[in-house]
């Protein structure tokens, strides 16, 4: 192990280190990639690597998927639910919105893609630079 | 506390959906309609706008918790007097495009009409809603209801229009994912997503790292959105290839809300003292605001097409309004602000200007302007005065903007500033001058033996149609009682809200 390499820090913060990881990997497609598929495939990735990062923030150990233990009985009773059992919605459903964002930019982005080979025949960078400029 | 409820800040959010969503089946049943309903959606909305605006100046806030559920629980939308000021603006600016639109569409993107307005609707509710939300989440939901729309209508335009709003998507989406990836960070320590309850949250959290770093990811990305250098490489090519009243409306809009998030978020979701003193974000933001207004009119002076050269004098614009955020005094704060209004009305009548240019000659290269002032008297009135109020010329409201920025900078002890808020109107000038000089005294200029065929060539007198030449009057008109009025409304609008922990 390195010296300063601190191995419980990784642990610790798992979905952090995953995340930065992810959206590394999309960076390097949108930046290092000539092919414009590909630039979206990182956009892709970039964006849920957010996402699953969002959402691992409602976990909890020990915890239950929102759904109140012994059913509609245990509210009737007037007792106020123990949030520690359970995770917390939330962050799923703010990211199922975000989801059905990046689809909507995804679905944008292929058609544009679409046109753009109609157009110049090509959607590697470098080609189509050329004949933009030669059009 | 006495809080004002009433529906009107979500009214000016439904008003264009639900008129965005009418017409595609109008459109499919009777075509004609579209434009006036498209138009009446957009009259009405600016009608509730500047209710709102009445409403907000004589009893303050408004507030709407959307499905009764009270804030923090739920989404609620608020309106105070700097958000109604945004309201109002865009709303007039979104209207006199839409007249404009008209014949502009026609020519130029033929028969797709109902899928412009539509869009065009859907990018107003976008725009409404971005100002008059107070919900972190929500807040995100809007900016890229703005950036899809926005999307779209790039790619109307012809020729590289399409890989130009490509590039728009690309970075784009990853201004929205560093916001998102903010809000998740804000709410991890918070959680909550309302603003005001934020606002009461945060203080005690400054320290906390996790803070600070969605507070950086929340800067980077919305500068992003609103193009600030260097991070404004999308916008020159998404500018100057969409058609001419899409150039107009998203340089009026999108990148001006961009700068509202900008100044919500950090002057009243956190405190002033946050960005000042805890991390010193003011300081950079000022310094790239700086090199934007030098390096984008630097870019602007080397630029042929008239379009491109509007696109890269945002860049530098943009840099006046960060310039203004960045100084965290009053006066610069009352300066970026107004600058928002003024700019949002001096850059969409210049495109305005070069899209009935381009309706009449299709000309779209400056020294193929000659002699422009005899063809079409009007437009070239329109870009002159557009023109005065770019370099600072009083009455105009640009002078008025520019000179609450220098006597911030000044109150600051920040002289350097001052000098490059005058250096970058002299810049300017620069460009802005040798359109003019190209427009009304070609005679002094050696012919070109490349140039394009001007409109000199066939001088008589052939001005765009009126549906195009009103919206532009009135833009103009705009510039020049924004500027006789701005002490109006700097005290009714902008005072208000001045952020308390500002310098002065």
């Known amino acids: 192990m390195p010296s300063g390499f601190n191995f419980d820090f990784v642990v610790g913060h798992f979905n952090t280190v995953t995340y930065v990881v992810l959206m590394m990997i999309g960076f390097y497609a949108m930046t290092g990639k000539t092919n414009l598929v590909k630039k979206l495939v990182g956009m892709n990735i970039f964006q849920w690597s957010i996402i699953l990062f969002v959402v691992s923030l409602a976990a909890k150990r020990g915890a239950t998927i929102p759904i109140a233990l012994g059913g509609h009985a245990s509210l009737d009773g007037g007792t106020a639910l123990d949030a520690a059992q359970y995770v917390n919605p939330l962050p799923h459903v703010l990211m199922l919105t975000a989801i059905v964002v990046g689809v909507a930019i995804t679905g944008v982005a292929l058609a544009l893609l679409l046109r753009i080979y109609r157009r110049y025949g090509t959607l590697e960078e470098d080609e189509l630079l050329e004949r933009i400029r030669h059009s | ?351 305005l200007v070069a899209g009935a240019i381009v309706y009449r000659t299709g000309v779209r290269e400056i020294r193929g302007f000659r002699n422009l002032s005899g063809k079409m008297p009007v437009t070239a009135a329109t870009f002159t005065l557009c023109a005065f109020a770019m370099v600072g010329i009083p009455p105009t409201g640009g002078f008025f903007s520019k000179l609450y920025l220098i006597l911030g900078a000044i109150n600051a002890g920040q002289w350097v500033f001052v000098a490059v808020i005058v250096l970058s109107s002299v810049l300017a000038l620069a460009y802005l001058f040798n359109v003019l000089r190209f427009m009304y005294f070609p005679r002094d200029i050696p012919l070109d033996p490349e140039a394009h065929p001007s409109p000199s060539d066939t001088i008589t007198r052939d001005e765009a149609p009126w549906t195009m030449l009103g919206p532009m009057i009135a833009v103009a008109a705009g510039i020049v009682l924004l500027g006789l009025f701005n002490g109006e409304i700097v005290r009714r609008f902008i005072e208000p809200v001045i952020p308390v922990g500002l310098g002065r």
Not at chain 2, 230 to 236: A, F, I, K
């Open chain 2, 1 to 351: 506390m006495n809080v004002q409820q009433s529906a009107i800040p979500v009214l000016v959010v439904l008003i264009p959906l639900v008129t965005s969503l009418v017409l595609p089946v109008l459109g499919w049943w009777y075509r004609p309609a579209v434009f006036p309903v498209a138009l009446a959606g957009l009259a009405v909305t600016c009608g509730t706008a500047i209710i709102a605006a009445y409403t907000v100046v004589v009893g303050g806030p408004l507030h709407y918790y959307l499905g009764g559920w009270a804030p923090p629980w739920g989404i609620e939308f608020r309106i105070d007097s700097l958000s109604v000021l945004m309201l109002v603006l865009l709303t007039v600016i979104t209207l006199l495009i839409g007249i404009y639109s008209k014949h502009s569409v026609l020519k130029e993107i033929p028969s797709k009409e109902v899928p412009f307005y539509t869009v065009y609707l859907l990018l107003v509710t976008g725009l409404a809603g971005l100002v008059s939300t107070a919900d972190m989440f929500n807040l995100y939901v809007f900016l890229e209801i703005t950036s899809l729309t926005s999307y779209a209508l790039v790619s109307l335009g012809g020729g590289a229009a399409v890989v130009s709003a490509f590039r728009y998507v690309i970075l784009g989406t990853v201004g929205a994912a560093f916001y998102l990836l903010a809000v998740g960070y804000l709410y991890s320590m918070t959680g909550t997503l309302n603003m005001a309850d934020l606002a009461r949250i945060l203080p005690g959290l400054y320290s906390s790292t996790t803070v600070l770093v969605g507070f950086a990811f929340f800067v980077i990305g919305v500068s992003i959105k609103m193009a600030l250098f260097p991070m404004h490489s999308w916008l020159p090519g998404a500018y100057s290839d969409a058609p001419s009243a899409v150039s107009a409306l998203i340089a009026a809009t999108t990148t001006k809300v961009a700068a509202y998030v900008l100044i919500r978020v950090m002057f009243f979701v956190f405190e002033p003292r946050f960005s000042i003193d805890v991390i010193p974000v003011t300081t950079v933001l000022a310094w790239m605001g700086s090199i934007a207004m030098i390096l984008g009119s630097v870019m602007a002076i080397g630029q042929h097409d008239f379009k491109r050269m509007l696109a890269y004098s945002s860049v530098a614009q943009i840099g006046y309004i960060v310039l203004g955020v960045g100084l965290a005094n009053e006066m610069g704060f009352t300066g970026g602000v107004l600058h928002i209004v003024n700019h949002a009305f001096m850059k969409g009548g210049l495109f």
